[in-house]
C-alpha cells in the first residue's frame, strides 16, 4: 500500500486543520489498522489515533477530545480532524498502516506548525 498524507500547514493556536492520508495499492477496509504519527524536533515519533478495519477509533490522551480519526471508504482515505490545536502540536504527523503478516507502511510526513 502506498500513502499520501496532506493537509497540514501552519495555523493559530486554537484553530483546526483536517489531515488526510490517501491509500493506493489496497483497499484501506482491508487494513487492520490505519492509524496517525507525529514526531516533534528532537523527540521520537509517538502515536497519535488509530481506526481498525472494523472501524474502532482511540486517540491518545494528550489529544482526546481535540482530534477526531475518521475514514472515507469510498475515496479510500483516512483523516485525523484536529481541533483546538495548541503549540505543543507542533510536529511532522505521518500516515501509518499496519497488516498481519506485512507490518508498517509509512507515508511521507505533512508538516504542522502551530503558532501565533
Known amino acids: 500500500v502506498q500513502l499520501q498524507a496532506s493537509g497540514g500547514g501552519l495555523v493559530q493556536p486554537g484553530g483546526s486543520l483536517r489531515l488526510s492520508c490517501a491509500a493506493s495499492?489496497?483497499?484501506?477496509?482491508?487494513?487492520?489498522?490505519m492509524g496517525w504519527y507525529r514526531q516533534a524536533p528532537g523527540k521520537q515519533r509517538e502515536l497519535v489515533a488509530t481506526?481498525?478495519?472494523?472501524?474502532?477509533?482511540n486517540v491518545v490522551d494528550s489529544v482526546k477530545g481535540r482530534f477526531t480519526i475518521s475514514r472515507d471508504n469510498a475515496k479510500n482515505t483516512v483523516y485525523l480532524q484536529m481541533n483546538s490545536l495548541k503549540p505543543e502540536d507542533t510536529a511532522v504527523y505521518y500516515c501509518?498502516?499496519?497488516?498481519?503478516?506485512?507490518?508498517?507502511?509509512w507515508g511521507q510526513g505533512t508538516q504542522v506548525t502551530v503558532s501565533s
Open positions: 501509518n498502516a499496519w497488516r498481519l503478516r506485512v507490518g508498517n507502511s
Open positions: 495499492g489496497s483497499s484501506i477496509d482491508s487494513i487492520n489498522v
Open positions: 481506526i481498525t478495519s472494523g472501524g474502532v477509533t
